[in-house]
């Protein structure tokens, strides 16, 4: 995101902003509290960390509200689970914390079977890496070997930044890529996804699209083609799925072509 507060073209400040808090700014505090720690927020809008954590005191301090819960607030908690304690939440979502505690544990009971929907395999790309398995488990209402089932399918791997957090130790070091893996990934990168290059080369999808990135590799023309086909085929048959299970079926799952 790249809204700081300024105008389109105007001259970043030498240091952080101080005063008045403009709209836009609240917004994204808003928007990224509790999502992001303190730090990257104050970078993010060119303010002092303690400039934005007084600002979401201010913002978050209204009174708590009780009572049923209703689906945008699951929702909504599931979104900061994992990344932030109850007492942050209760805070962001404006519930007591022994409502926001129960709710998370009444969460963890529910474990669901069967394929996952095209939707929770999107979700689970984008949470997997900043979230601890447990966690998974809660947000999606599977078991751990479910979780761990599709991350492996899927070639999945935990951000850096998140294992050097959870661990507490230095930067997190990466298997170097050796010279027959990066010959095959140069020959592969053009036509191939990088689902299947992932699984070919025993990495992350992460790991291979950072890689091809840094080589230079682009997608061939041909393959962009078939991905964009994968693609609308997949958002058919999600919705068909959806249509199905309204009538009683089952959903289909599916990936993103990549």
Same mark, same amino acid.
């Given at each position: 995101m790249a809204v700081r507060g300024l105008n389109w073209g105007e001259e970043r400040p030498a240091?952080?902003? /101080?005063?008045?808090?403009? !709209?836009?700014?609240?917004?994204v505090l808003k928007d990224l509290f509790g999502l992001r720690d303190l730090k990257a927020i104050a970078r993010e809008l060119n303010r002092s960390e303690e400039s934005v954590r007084r600002k979401?005191?201010?913002?978050? $301090?209204? +009174?708590?509200?009780?009572?049923?819960w209703t689906v945008q607030e699951v929702e909504r908690l599931k979104r900061y689970l994992g990344l932030n304690g109850p007492e942050v939440i209760a805070r962001i979502l404006g519930r007591p914390r022994e409502e926001v505690e129960r709710q998370i544990f009444a969460l963890g009971r529910i474990q669901r079977d069967g394929e996952w +929907? /095209?939707?929770? =395999? !999107?979700?689970? @790309?984008? =949470?997997?890496? +900043? $979230?601890?398995d447990e966690d998974?488990? =809660?947000i999606f209402g599977r078991s751990l070997r479910s979780v761990r089932a599709l991350a492996e399918r899927l070639c999945l791997a935990k951000d850096k930044a998140f294992l050097k957090r959870e661990r507490g130790d230095g930067a997190t070091r990466m298997p170097r890529w050796r010279t027959e893996e990066l010959e095959l990934l140069r020959r592969l990168y053009p036509t191939t996804s990088n689902l299947e290059i992932a699984r070919q080369l025993d990495r992350s999808v992460k790991s291979v699209v950072s890689k091809a990135h840094h080589l230079g590799l682009k997608?061939?023309?041909? $393959?962009?083609?078939?991905?964009?086909?994968?693609?609308?085929?997949?958002?058919?048959?999600? @919705?068909?799925?959806?249509h199905e299970s @309204?009538?009683?079926?089952?959903?289909?799952?599916?990936?993103?072509?990549?």
């Open positions: 240091g952080p902003r /101080r005063g008045r808090w403009s !709209q836009v700014e609240v917004a979401a005191e201010e913002l978050f $301090r209204g +009174t708590s509200r009780s009572g049923p +929907t /095209r939707k929770e =395999v !999107q979700q689970f @790309r984008r =949470v997997y890496g +900043t $979230r601890r998974l488990c =809660v997608k061939a023309a041909e $393959r962009l083609e078939e991905m964009g086909r994968e693609n609308v085929s997949l958002r058919y048959r999600g @919705r068909r799925a959806g @309204r009538k009683g079926g089952a959903p289909e799952g599916g990936e993103p072509a990549s």
